[in-house]
Structure formats: C-alpha cells, structure tokens
C-alpha cells in the first residue's frame, strides 16, 4: 500500500516538474517509465531508436496534457504513459500499411486509460500542428528580430536592457526594431497558417 | 483621445500584457479598448500572438530539455547494455557449465565406447614395436632362422611334422632347396605332390648364399620330361606380380604376392624383399613371376613386419651352381631355356609346376 502512494508521489512530482521543464523530472521519468515502452516497441519490431523517438514523443503529449491544465489521471502515470506509446506505436507501424497489425497489441488493454491516451494523443496532435507554424516562424525569423522577441516576450526583459545589448542609440530606436520585428513574424505566422 | 501610431499602441499594449503600468494607465488602457473597437481587436490578437509566441518557446525550451534528458538516458543506458549481457550469462551460467559437461562427457565416453583410445593405444604400442623391429631385424632374423633350424632338427628326432620345400632345376633329378634346411642332416628325402618320395644326396652347399643343391639318388625315380620354367638371370623390377607354390604343411601351398624391394637384409643384393605370406617349411620354395621364370628361392622371413620375406635371387644360385667342382657332379647341370608356362593361365601354371616341387624331408 505505501508502494502505492510513493508512486503516485513520483508521479505527482514528476508532473510538477514537468511543467517547470526540470531536466532532473524528465530524467526520473525516463529511468522509471521509459524501460516497459521499450520492451513493448522491442516485441513489436521496432529497434532502439525508434522506440527512443516514440517515448520522446510521449512525453511531448504528456506536456501538452499537463499546459493544458486541467491534468487529471485516471490512472498510473506509468500506465498512461505505456498507452500513450502504445497509440503512438500503432499509428507509426500503421502508417501506410493495412491496419491489420493493430489488432496484434491492441487486445487487453484498459479501454478508458486506451481512450484516455487517445484523446491526449489527438490533442497533442493538435497543439503540435498549430505550433508548428509559429515554430517555423520563428525559425524563418532570423537575427536579431528572434533575440529581440525572444528577450522581450519570453525573458520579459526591459527595452533598456535590449537597447543595450543591441547597441541601440536609444530606447525609441529599439522599440521601432522591435516593432518592425513582430510585424515580419506576423506576416510569416499568418502566411504560414493561410 | 490623441490618436496613436500602430506602434506605439503596440508598446502601449506589451506594457499592459507585462503588467507595467500604473493603475491609472491600466485603467485608462482598458477603457481605451473598450471605447476603441478597432484597438481591441487588434490589443486581441496581439495578445494571442504573443501568448502563442510563449507557449511555442515554452515547449521548444521543454523539448530541448527533454532531449538532453533523453541523451543522458540513452547515454548512460549503454554502458549498461554489457551488463545484459552479463546478467543473461549470470542467469544461465549453470545451465552452461551443465550442458558443456554433457557434451564433454558424451564426446569422450562415444570416443571410449567406438574404441577410439584401445586403437589410439595399439597404434602407438605398433609403432614403438616397429621401430625395436627395425633396430634388431637382423637379430630376429637370425633368431627366426634358428627356429626353422630348429625344427627341422627337431623332426629329426620325432616323426616329421614338418619340412622345407625344394624345387627342380634339371629334369635328371637335381634339386635346390636352403642350406639352412639341410644342414646337419642324416638323410634327405624329397616327396612330390603325388606322395612318392625320393632318397637324395646332397652335391653342394654354400652357407654364405644358403643354398644346396641336392640330387635325387633312387632307382624310383624315372626322369622328367624337361622342367617347365627358366631361370632369370636379370634382377626382376619392384612391384612384379609374383607367386609361390611351397609345403608349410603336407599339401602344397600357393602364396602370391609381389617383389618389394630388390635388396634383401641389410641391402643384401643377392636376395630379394617380397610381399608373400610365408611359413615355416615355404624355405627353399621357387619364386616365380607371371610369365614362369625363377626369380629367386624362398630363404627366410622377418616376423612381425608384414610383407618382409626374402627370397635368394637367381643370379645367386646360378653362381653357386657354377662354382660346383666338376668331379663331385654327376652329369652336367644344365637350365633349361624353353619356358613352357609362357602364356598359361595361373592355375594352368600351377598344374605344370607341381610335379617339380618337392617337400624336403631331413632325418
């Protein structure tokens, strides 16, 4: 029974840690969770590597799951995590072929954690698909405009201190830049998305 | 209200969204929005851009940590890969040491079982008592000729068990047959295939060749048509197919075989090396080859080497029988040369032949 609860104590405090991006909860989640995923992608004709790329993947739709915010489990995260790859497995080994194959892992498995990582998986899916576009924006962006948005947006950095480093005549100078940069990203963003 | 320039209205906004403004400004900001449609729209979706700027950095920042989280992993997980190997070996260890045991047990008792070793064993201790036969051959044959020699003395002391061979050279009733064989004897008989039996004297010996010849001395005896082989001078080449008809017991024996090495004992260039099974009582018998020539008379073998028998070239009796005084002769001897087993058949060769051997029988 204590077994149980100091699980979900991991659980929890890798969940926390997660949405901080604590490289020491990833890790932890790695050395507990990634092991069966690799077993089952192993059984299932799948090498190292790509059981690698799927447990990755997992964990970005746990991320998103949890920036969500309305994290609620049904079950283990361990669980979850292993139908989650499971689903991302399925999809990638069904790729291009008839779905025969589907039914070879798909049998006893706990159908509402199933649909559960289902809907995560969808949303993800999602969330993946609109961010890309900002992603490739970004990308597409190039210096300084990316350091400048970055600095100002993400870093909540004052103008003075990128009128610095910038070296920028003065503050007006900066937020001109600044200015013409966020129209460009824009103009890329809203291409993108059309 | 001033009019604003769209970038001014944006930084007016990102000081809103930063929470950078006084309550006074905040509010009159709100206000503007609301009063302002446009603005508001455009404060909306600049806030969703900036919000969608925040959660992509957001998640590009996540997934670089999770990526170097996973590297750490992965990085660390393969120095661990040996220890699945090792951890395997741990489990199965027993079951290794137990299935090689089996396999050692059952290829050794299999070897064992098929009599690998009791063969292993009697090759070694044949080729050890090969290389002591080679060391003494000389030894054992003299030893091997004093047991011939001593058999006959033997017999002549009890009834005959045995006797030696001797074969026809002239069709008046001289015979050749070892030294060895009748030395030291009282009397000499000859008995042909057919039983009759024959007294003999003996004309010459020579030691040294171990050859006598003998002749038959009885009133019995009727002269033969002329003997049907010749005798070759000329050494005979190695591997000649060659054969012998002798009297290792009553009834005469065939021993074929052929010409091994064209030196006897110790490189003994009177005699031969041939490969016929001979036995005690086949000393003095003829060795022909195919075509009915003598090529040589039968003298003695090396026990316990196979295929080492030796036969006393021809060459050697012709000598022998050149050097017999003429007084001690009772008519000349005289070789055929008309060989009449030329082109018959073995068996047929035989048939011819077997009137002109004779067991010796020395008293």
Redesign the interface.
């Given at each position: 029974m204590s077994k149980e609860k100091s699980d979900i104590g991991i659980d929890e405090e890798i969940i926390l840690g997660i949405r901080e991006g604590n490289n020491l909860a990833v890790q932890k989640l790695y050395k507990l969770y990634y092991p069966p995923v690799l077993k089952m992608i192993i059984n299932n004709s799948g090498s190292s590597e790509e059981a690698q790329d799927i447990f990755q993947e997992t964990v970005m739709v746990l991320y998103d799951k949890i920036n969500k915010g309305d994290f609620e489990l049904s079950s283990k995260l361990k669980t979850f995590l292993y139908a989650v790859s499971k689903r991302l497995w399925l999809k990638q080994l069904t790729r291009g072929e008839s779905k025969y194959r589907k039914d070879s892992i798909d049998d006893y498995e706990d159908s509402l954690v199933a649909d559960e990582a289902g809907d995560a998986v969808q949303e993800h899916e999602t969330i993946e698909k609109n961010l890309l576009q900002m992603e490739q924006a970004l990308a597409g962006l190039g210096e300084p405009c990316k350091t400048i948005l970055y600095d100002f947006y993400i870093l909540n950095k004052s103008m003075a201190d990128i009128c610095e480093k910038f070296g920028y005549t003065n503050t007006d100078n900066a937020k001109t830049q600044k200015y013409k940069c966020l129209q460009r990203l824009k103009k890329f963003f809203f291409k993108s998305v059309s | 209200m001033r009019s604003l320039s769209?970038?001014e209205f944006?930084?007016w906004a990102?000081l809103y969204l930063?929470k950078e403004l006084t309550p006074e400004d905040n509010e009159r900001f709100e206000s503007f929005c609301a009063e302002n449609p446009p603005y508001r729209a455009r404060f909306e979706e600049h806030k969703s851009?900036?919000e969608?700027?925040?959660?992509?950095?957001?998640?590009?920042?996540?997934?670089a940590?999770?990526?170097?989280?996973?590297e750490?992993?992965?990085q660390e997980e393969k120095p661990k890969a040996p220890t699945k190997v090792v951890s395997l070996w741990d489990r199965y260890k027993f079951n290794a040491a137990v299935a090689a045991a089996i396999a050692i047990i059952s290829v050794f008792s299999t070897l064992w079982l098929t009599g690998y070793y009791s063969n292993l064993r009697k090759t070694s201790s044949d080729y050890s008592a090969l290389r002591r036969d080679m060391n003494t051959v000389k030894r054992n044959v003299n030893a091997h000729n004093d047991a011939i020699k001593n058999i006959n003395s033997n017999t002549s002391n009890e009834a005959i068990h045995y006797g030696a061979t001797g074969f026809m050279i002239t069709k008046d009733g001289y015979v050749v047959t070892n030294y060895h064989v009748i030395s030291g004897a009282d009397s000499i008989h000859l008995q042909n295939h057919k039983g009759q039996s024959y007294k003999a004297d003996i004309i010459f010996t020579n030691a040294e060749k171990d050859l006598a010849i003998l002749h038959i001395n009885d009133s019995t005896f009727k002269s033969h048509k002329n003997v049907p082989y010749t005798f070759k001078k000329q050494d005979s080449e190695l591997g000649e197919d060659i054969y012998t008809i002798g009297f290792p017991r009553d009834e005469a024996v065939y021993g074929q075989g052929y010409l091994s090495s064209s030196t006897g004992y110790a490189g003994d260039t009177l005699a031969y090396q041939i490969s016929i099974p001979v036995n005690p009582g086949n000393s003095g018998g003829p060795v022909l080859d195919k075509e009915g020539n003598i090529i040589g008379i039968i003298s003695g073998k090396q026990k316990g080497i196979d295929g080492a028998a030796f036969a006393i070239k021809t060459k050697a009796l012709i000598e022998t029988l050149n050097s017999i005084p003429a007084d001690i002769l009772r008519g000349n001897v005289v070789l055929t040369n008309k060989n009449s087993l030329n082109h018959l058949s073995r068996t047929d060769q035989i048939k011819k032949l077997q009137d002109y051997i004779y067991i010796v029988k020395v008293y």
């Amino acid at each position: 029974m204590s077994k149980e609860k100091s699980d979900i104590g991991i659980d929890e405090e890798i969940i926390l840690g997660i949405r901080e991006g604590n490289n020491l909860a990833v890790q932890k989640l790695y050395k507990l969770y990634y092991p069966p995923v690799l077993k089952m992608i192993i059984n299932n004709s799948g090498s190292s590597e790509e059981a690698q790329d799927i447990f990755q993947e997992t964990v970005m739709v746990l991320y998103d799951k949890i920036n969500k915010g309305d994290f609620e489990l049904s079950s283990k995260l361990k669980t979850f995590l292993y139908a989650v790859s499971k689903r991302l497995w399925l999809k990638q080994l069904t790729r291009g072929e008839s779905k025969y194959r589907k039914d070879s892992i798909d049998d006893y498995e706990d159908s509402l954690v199933a649909d559960e990582a289902g809907d995560a998986v969808q949303e993800h899916e999602t969330i993946e698909k609109n961010l890309l576009q900002m992603e490739q924006a970004l990308a597409g962006l190039g210096e300084p405009c990316k350091t400048i948005l970055y600095d100002f947006y993400i870093l909540n950095k004052s103008m003075a201190d990128i009128c610095e480093k910038f070296g920028y005549t003065n503050t007006d100078n900066a937020k001109t830049q600044k200015y013409k940069c966020l129209q460009r990203l824009k103009k890329f963003f809203f291409k993108s998305v059309s | 209200m001033r009019s604003l320039s769209q970038q001014e209205f944006i930084d007016w906004a990102d000081l809103y969204l930063r929470k950078e403004l006084t309550p006074e400004d905040n509010e009159r900001f709100e206000s503007f929005c609301a009063e302002n449609p446009p603005y508001r729209a455009r404060f909306e979706e600049h806030k969703s851009l900036i919000e969608n700027i925040q959660v992509t950095a957001d998640r590009l920042a996540f997934k670089a940590t999770l990526q170097s989280a996973a590297e750490a992993f992965h990085q660390e997980e393969k120095p661990k890969a040996p220890t699945k190997v090792v951890s395997l070996w741990d489990r199965y260890k027993f079951n290794a040491a137990v299935a090689a045991a089996i396999a050692i047990i059952s290829v050794f008792s299999t070897l064992w079982l098929t009599g690998y070793y009791s063969n292993l064993r009697k090759t070694s201790s044949d080729y050890s008592a090969l290389r002591r036969d080679m060391n003494t051959v000389k030894r054992n044959v003299n030893a091997h000729n004093d047991a011939i020699k001593n058999i006959n003395s033997n017999t002549s002391n009890e009834a005959i068990h045995y006797g030696a061979t001797g074969f026809m050279i002239t069709k008046d009733g001289y015979v050749v047959t070892n030294y060895h064989v009748i030395s030291g004897a009282d009397s000499i008989h000859l008995q042909n295939h057919k039983g009759q039996s024959y007294k003999a004297d003996i004309i010459f010996t020579n030691a040294e060749k171990d050859l006598a010849i003998l002749h038959i001395n009885d009133s019995t005896f009727k002269s033969h048509k002329n003997v049907p082989y010749t005798f070759k001078k000329q050494d005979s080449e190695l591997g000649e197919d060659i054969y012998t008809i002798g009297f290792p017991r009553d009834e005469a024996v065939y021993g074929q075989g052929y010409l091994s090495s064209s030196t006897g004992y110790a490189g003994d260039t009177l005699a031969y090396q041939i490969s016929i099974p001979v036995n005690p009582g086949n000393s003095g018998g003829p060795v022909l080859d195919k075509e009915g020539n003598i090529i040589g008379i039968i003298s003695g073998k090396q026990k316990g080497i196979d295929g080492a028998a030796f036969a006393i070239k021809t060459k050697a009796l012709i000598e022998t029988l050149n050097s017999i005084p003429a007084d001690i002769l009772r008519g000349n001897v005289v070789l055929t040369n008309k060989n009449s087993l030329n082109h018959l058949s073995r068996t047929d060769q035989i048939k011819k032949l077997q009137d002109y051997i004779y067991i010796v029988k020395v008293y």
